[in-house]
Nanobody
Framework: QVPLVESGGGLVQAGGSLRLSCAAS????????IAWFRQAGGKEREFVAA????????QYLESVKGRFTISRDNAKNTVCLQMSSLKPEDTGVYYC????????????WGQGTQVTVSS
């Protein structure tokens, strides 16, 4: 088990920034890839970004490249998603998830944090 807790969501105007954090407990955290997903009302959940256990390799949804940055600090058991130049279409509940590697299943999920971008 990898308990995950997201924080940092909120209401922001278009063009603004938010920093989401995903905190975990336990030593296993550093062995997992961590991903961020989001789900807007009435839509399917979509992948946003992911980072490997080492922090060296990252992946991004095409529409967030250049605006979002994922990073991790294994010493603090934390992964952050820095979001800039936010758009109304970035609105949704953001979840972090832990899995073995990119493209694998993500069996461990947090409860989500709401991000709302107003136009």
């Amino acid at each position: 088990q990898v308990p995950l807790v997201e924080s940092g969501g909120g209401l922001v105007q278009a063009g603004g920034s938010l920093r989401l954090s995903c905190a975990a407990s336990g030593r296993a955290f550093s062995r997992y890839a961590i991903a961020w997903f989001r789900q807007a009302g009435g839509k399917e959940r979509e992948f946003v970004a992911a980072i490997r256990w080492s922090g060296v390799s990252t992946q991004y949804l095409e529409s967030v490249k250049g605006r979002f940055t994922i990073s991790r600090d294994n010493a603090k058991n934390t992964v952050c998603l820095q979001m800039s130049s936010l758009k109304p279409e970035d609105t949704g509940v953001y979840y972090c998830a832990a899995g073995v590697d990119f493209g694998s299943e993500y069996p461990f999920w947090g409860q989500g944090t709401q991000v709302t971008v107003s136009s």
